[in-house]
């Protein structure tokens, strides 16, 4: 085994599903693709117990998927050097108990201990992926690890299998297995996943609307009481005018690959979903975690600039202005004709912005590589 065979993952919860979401992602992958001994020290085991449901919560270790999973208790217990890792992440500036760095401090040889940083299009994160930040006050180095969308990042994470599950997905399976009727011809299929939004209503007006019969699919979550109110009722079928919009349950995160698959259009938030849809190589709309600074907006204008670089400008144009809108509680329903019609632009737009960023590597490759080379 090599000097990186254990690994320690540290995640607190902060947006629900997001940071134990990649978190999540990344250890299965780092144990199934690549033969490590990975635990993953998590605060709140609730939220993973939603996207891996043979999880309880209320375990304080458990063994899922080969990862060892273990409850982070806000008294860490103290931790001898020979249990420390090979390689000890901290997800998303989450700082690693003090017990557990005094041991790393008592390592023979210092494990390789990365901060994973959050995931940015901005041009400055390519000059700070790899920095060192030496303790102030222990032997030990810490690097940040940034994941992004160009070779000098740390890359997205992405499994070996991904390619060979979409290739086998069953659309009509699927379908059937949300208790969906079959597609209508003409169906323009949407998935809504997101914040709570005051753009929302105006925006489902407009759907309503539509001259083409829209089904928006909307798993359990935070806009799913929004969507209910706006109908009137908490029905699992909800109509108005063209639009038929179905409420379903949360899904795991393998079946919500599939949801992202079938769907034409998908509106997602966070990181982890965010990612996922780009995968799916589908026209998508990204709710970006709001932050009280509004350092969210630079954020997502960063990323826009890289996303829409090489579209012909009304078709660029029509997606900010959607995407803008959707993320400022802006008039949604007065950008969405313009953007529907860009969505055929989009649609093909999608592949080769899909294979352009999976050429950076993946992040777990890239992980291993940064480990071995310290």
Known sequence: MKRSSRWDIFCTVVDNYGDIGVCWRLARQLAHEHGRRVRLWVDDLTPLARLRPDTDAAREAQNIDGVDVRHWPKDFPATDAADVADVVIEAFACEIPENYLAAMAQCKRAPVWINLEYLSAEAWVEGAHG???????????KHFFFPGFTPNTGGLIREADYDKRAAAFDAAAF?????LPARREGEFTISLFGYENPAL???LDAWAHSAQPITCLVPEGLLLPDVQEYFGHHETLMQRGHLSAHAIPFLPQQDYDCLLWLCDLNF??????FVRA???????????????????RVKLDAFLARYLEGLPAETANAASYFWQAWNEDGDSAA???????????????ARPWA??????????????RHAEGR
């Open 355 to 368: 294979e352009r960023i999976a050429g950076s590597g993946d992040l777990a490759s890239r992980l291993l």
């Open 201 to 203: 209503p105006g925006l």
């Open 268 to 273: 997602v938030r966070g990181e982890d979903s």
């Open 278 to 296: 780009q995968w799916a190589q589908k026209p998508l709309v990204w709710h970006i975690y709001p932050q009280a600074d509004a350092a969210h």
């Open 131 to 141: 920095l060192a930040s030496p303790h102030p006050r222990l032997p030990l180095t």
């Open 335 to 349: 950008a969405w004709p313009a953007f529907h019609a860009a969505l055929p632009a989009m649609k093909a737009h």
């Open 175 to 179: 379908r059937a297995s949300l208790g």
